[in-house]
């Protein structure tokens, strides 16, 4: 086997910490889990303020990506890093960082439309630079699809009013009931403001386009969640089906049990292994009940003299040849029609943003979905001085990647208006290992959040996840391999071995030196000397910084060194 040798500059540590690159936001959960074993919550729930703005409502609802990424997850299971995020926000004494005593003003005046995760990201980092921001919201509620897309039992209201307040008292005017719908209104704020952002969110249904689509008793996801969240539906009938895979299909059937439906069935046309929707929410909602249909398609709704749905077709599904986007189609399979009797049918199969204001006469090019383009490197659409990220040029996402949009977005309106250059990352290195670690933490599995007791949830208003209690915070925490700690072998190594037999996981070896070789960015010949019969390769991957090898190497040619970064 062959070993390159790379540099390990800055950008290789970066990429290297797998959870920190995979989120969109770049948060430093390494980090902020050290703080959490070290026992100081406010610390870490600060460093989660510093990148995602919003840990309280994240750390309840944010898909993670961060944990597929993980590299605990090669040993037995990643961590909890969305869990531990809710930890620090749930056991910190001080809730939300301290508003800066002055913010120096530009004399800029920004205009966002939409107050939901994205809008809410760029309106704080703008006004923290000192910008006046107004936010059109159409909606009489602040938070867009966090506020009425989203259960109160997954995400309760009270951490997006706290959120709402919070960015109030820096001066942000949040104008409720102000939908920005015509041509008009958005001509009135290109006269008026000296730069615009629209982070609409998706709420346009995606329609089913099959016979019956119009009786009573059919709603859209998106509607039906809205109608919901915002006191408008109250009940519902005994037989409910819901069409779809993903969250708010989930969060239909989950809401339909909570407000007096006696049997909830989820038609999806693929398995279980491609439903987009979170591996916790389906579980759940199999412990509630709700029987899901997989490779399954509707095909027809059917109703009675007075119009109202009786009944919904289906076609049971095989899947074909993997599509455009990597998931395999779904086939009908003939004769397979089978019929359920249903009261209410909601489908929620997909959203789209409405943004009929713009059109060309503004400048701004549409792309054939409807959406504005924008440059990716600064969200500016094709005219200047207006911007757009978020669910509104993409389709809907979830919310760690719309608020991403709004920070990148609102930095590049900021270097627009004062003409500032992007500012760059300083990096920190320090010979030092992790403080003492908890015994056997490889060997510990993840923990489970605590949960509402079947007979409890059927209040909508009853959040159904409890979080990780302190005790078991720290030990999902101590799970932790800290990846911004690293192991290096320099130049007085002696080639004794020690360091290889006290590894617990056979992470270093001594190969050959006709075995390495350097990449092209390399030209140090002293890297590897020709001296050298031999030299010691670690891997990164298998390694747990448990310290062993510092501790036993006789020469000191062993250092753990820790590695940070920051934004200037």
């Known amino acids: ?97 301290q508003k800066p005593l002055t913010l120096t003003k530009t004399g800029y005046c920004v205009a966002i439309i939409g107050s939901g995760p994205s809008g809410l990201a760029a309106a704080h980092d703008l006004a923290v630079k000192g910008h006046d921001v107004v936010i059109y919201e159409a909606l009489p509620v602040a938070g867009g699809m966090l506020t009425v897309g989203i259960p109160p039992y997954r995400l309760p209201r009270s951490p997006i009013d706290d959120v709402v307040n919070w960015i109030k008292e820096l001066g942000v005017d ?40 119009g009786l009573a008793g059919v709603m859209h996801g998106v509607t039906f969640m809205k109608d919901t969240n915002l006191g408008k ?59 899901i249909n997989y490779l399954t398609s509707p095909v027809k709704i059917m109703g009675g003299h007075d119009k109202q749905v009786t009944h919904l077709e289906c076609i049971k599904n095989r899947l074909g040849e993997p599509d455009d986007k990597g998931r395999c189609r779904p086939i009908p399979i003939e004769g397979s029609n089978f019929i ?42 094709t005219r200047k001085g207006v911007f ?86 720290c030990k999902e925490a101590g799970r932790c391999l800290l990846c911004h700690y690293n192991i290096f072998i320099d130049e007085k190594c002696i080639l004794c071995g020690g360091c290889i037999d006290v590894c617990p996981y056979n992470c270093i070896s001594m190969v050959s030196r006709e075995n390495i070789e350097a990449t092209n960015a390399i030209h140090d010949e002293s890297v590897v000397s020709d001296d050298w019969d031999a030299a010691m390769v670690i891997n990164e991957e298998k390694c747990i910084r448990c310290g062993l090898c510092v501790k036993r190497c006789p020469v000191n040619a062993i250092t753990m060194r820790r590695f940070a970064y920051s934004e200037e």
């Not at 989930?250 to 809401?255: G, T």
């Not at 500032?420 to 670690?437: C, G, H, I, S």
Request: aromatic content about 8%.
């Open 233 to 291: 539906v109250h009940v519902v009938p005994e037989k409910v089906a819901v069409i779809g895979g993903g969250f708010t299909a989930i969060d239909c059937a989950r809401s339909s049990l909570r407000l007096g439906a006696k049997e909830v069935s989820l038609i999806y046309r693929r398995t279980l292994a491609e439903m987009p929707a979170g591996e916790i929410e389906v579980r759940m909602a199999g412990e509630e009940g709700i029987k």
């Open 1 to 97: 086997m062959n070993y390159t040798i790379v540099k390990a500059d800055d950008h290789w540590f970066r990429e290297n910490i797998n959870c920190q690159y995979a989120c969109p936001v770049n948060t430093p959960a390494m980090n902020y889990i050290e703080r959490i074993i070290e026992g100081d919550f406010d610390g870490s729930l600060r460093l989660n303020f510093m990148a995602n703005l919003f840990p309280h409502i994240l750390g309840r609802v944010c898909t993670h990506p961060c944990e597929t990424a993980c590299r605990r997850g090669t040993i037995d299971k990643p961590i909890s890093i969305c869990a531990l995020k809710r930890s620090a926000a749930d056991f910190a004494t001080k809730k939300f960082p």
């Open 388 to 473: 757009a990220g978020g669910d509104c040029v993409t389709g809907p996402r979830n919310v760690i990647e719309v608020i991403a949009d709004g920070r990148k977005a609102a930095k590049a309106i900021h270097t627009f208006l004062a003409d500032q250059e992007k500012k760059e990352y300083t990096f920190y290195y320090k010979d030092r290992a992790p403080l003492e670690r908890m015994a056997d933490y490889e060997s510990i599995p993840r923990q489970r959040q605590d949960a509402l007791p079947i007979n409890n949830r059927w209040n909508i208003n009853a959040e159904v996840e409890q979080g990780l209690s302190r005790e078991n915070t």
């Open 340 to 381: 359920i009797s249903v009261d209410m049918v909601i489908a929620a199969i997909g959203q789209s943003p409405d943004v009929g204001f713009l059109s060309d006469k503004f400048g701004i090019k549409i792309n054939h979905w409807g959406m504005p383009t924008i440059n990716r490197e600064n969200f500016m659409t």
């Open 174 to 213: 949040i104008r409720l009931n102000s939908p920005v719908d015509t041509h008009d209104k958005f001509d009135e704020l290109l006269k008026k403001y000296n730069a615009v952002y629209i982070a609409a969110g998706a709420h346009k249904s995606q329609l089913l386009e099959i016979p019956g689509e």
